[in-house]
Nanobody
């Protein structure tokens, strides 16, 4: 079972930047679509960004133009570069590996979530 560990969170002023990392351990040699989600206090968890196995990326409208997702498969790591941070970006940020139940049996996996890393943006 893959385990995901996020890091890079912290406290920044509005307009600042942070780069989050998500490292996968127990790597099987498979490649999965990876995602970032976030959850602010009192709110539901929301999608932030997704990067496909071919590195194609998508973003929530709220972060387009400010956040960039990337991956380094050699390091089993996914990143989220966050620029021009706003107070409304304050949340716990979670890394998620998508489930895979396709024909390649050795790569089949349930979805996997990390423990999260906290981002606080002050005004």
């Amino acid at each position: 079972q893959v385990q995901l560990v996020e890091s890079g969170g912290g406290s920044v002023q509005a307009g600042g930047s942070l780069k989050l990392s998500c490292v996968a351990s127990g790597y099987s040699g498979c490649s999965y679509d990876m995602n970032w989600y976030r959850q602010a206090p009192g709110k539901e968890r929301e999608f932030v960004s997704r990067i496909r196995r071919d590195s194609g990326a998508s973003y929530a409208d709220s972060v387009k133009g400010r956040f960039t997702i990337s991956r380094d498969n050699a390091k089993n790591t996914v990143y989220l570069q966050m620029n021009s941070l706003k107070p409304e970006d304050t949340a716990m940020y979670y890394c998620k590996q998508d489930a895979f139940y396709g024909i390649l049996i050795s790569c089949r996996s349930a979805e996997v979530w990390g423990q999260g890393t906290l981002v606080t943006v002050s005004s």
